[in-house]
């Protein structure tokens, strides 16, 4: 009877150690599910950490091809205004466009002032052809200060790269000093002149044949003053320039890089709006491409 007891209390811990035994088991299976559990989470945090990435995104790539698409539908400007060949007005092609307007232009770009009168122009809302010079621009600063212009949406003119007479060197000078210039102008804004305007208003016969075949507006103006002495002050200059007698719809203004010009800029546009003048768009300008 002592006996049967004694087998029954061995049994007993014999079953109770193998509970033991295969508990033990379980736990040690169990932290390791758990550590690779934790192990999967963190890589997940970390996946979405990369995804979240504003740069890599499938979101931000699709949100940012409307914006390349909306640039590359962009349609064209509809030509409004034409260069009067003789006069050299600028005068509406279409009942769309206003006859009282004046155009700004600004010769001898980028010397010492053309920044500023970009910035005063955009001021006050006016639009302008810079006429650039080829010498104007031989340094990366100047360069850049000519891309700055473009960039604030000015449209840039070819007035030859030495600014000579183009009537007193030979045609083939002349192409140099013309399609020269445009190579350069395209190598650094990205874009050639549509506006050619020539020093001291001389056009050869082989002038215009360039200007024509390089796709170029011919003009020249309708009237300045800031060359003669009694306008080299920003005063006499605002007044002349918006009194004078020569002043009618479609007047082809012409302006220099000039100290006293900069002076006498802001004056002008809003002594010309005073008088119920507008501005018009050189984009707008029908050019010998807008023809074919």
């Known amino acids: 009877m002592k006996s049967n007891r004694i087998m029954i209390i061995l049994s007993l811990l014999f079953v109770f150690a193998l509970v033991g035994c ?3 088991s379980t736990g040690i299976e169990n932290s390791n599910v758990i550590d690779e559990q934790e192990v999967d989470v963190d890589d997940v945090e970390e996946n979405e950490e990369v995804n979240n990435d504003p740069d890599e995104t499938e979101e931000d790539i699709d949100q ?38 004046a155009l700004v232009t600004i010769d001898d770009a980028p010397d010492k002032y053309a920044l500023e009168m970009a910035q005063t122009l ?16 031989q340094t990366e600063e100047k360069q850049q200060i000519l891309r700055e212009i473009y960039e604030m949406g000015f449209s840039i003119g070819n007035h030859t790269y030495s600014h000579p007479n183009l009537a007193e ?26 506006f050619f305007r020539a020093p001291f208003g001389v056009n050869p016969d082989f002038t215009k044949e360039i200007v024509e075949a390089e796709g170029m507006v011919l003009m020249n103006w309708t009237y300045g003053y800031d060359w003669e002495s009694a306008y080299m002050e920003a005063e006499a200059l605002a007044d002349i ?52």
């Open 169 to 194: 060197i030979t045609e083939d000078e002349q192409r140099k000093e013309i399609v020269e210039l445009n190579d350069l102008i395209e190598e650094i804004i990205g874009e050639r002149p549509s």
């Open 122 to 137: 955009k001021e006050h809302n006016v639009p302008a052809i810079f006429f650039v010079n080829g010498h104007f621009i």
């Open 241 to 292: 320039m918006v009194n004078t007698e020569f002043l009618r719809d479609g007047a082809n203004l012409l302006m220099h890089d000039r100290e006293w010009t900069s002076q006498a800029l802001a004056d002008i546009v809003t002594g010309l709006r005073d008088k119920g003048y507008e501005f018009v768009d050189p984009k707008t300008i029908q050019t010998p491409l807008d023809e074919q």
């Open 22 to 24: 295969q508990g033990e």
């Open 64 to 101: 940012d091809d409307p914006v390349e698409d909306a640039g590359a539908d962009e349609s064209e400007v509809e030509p409004l205004y034409q260069v009067n060949q003789v006069s050299w007005a600028v005068e509406p092609i279409t009942d769309e466009a206003e006859s009282k307007v």
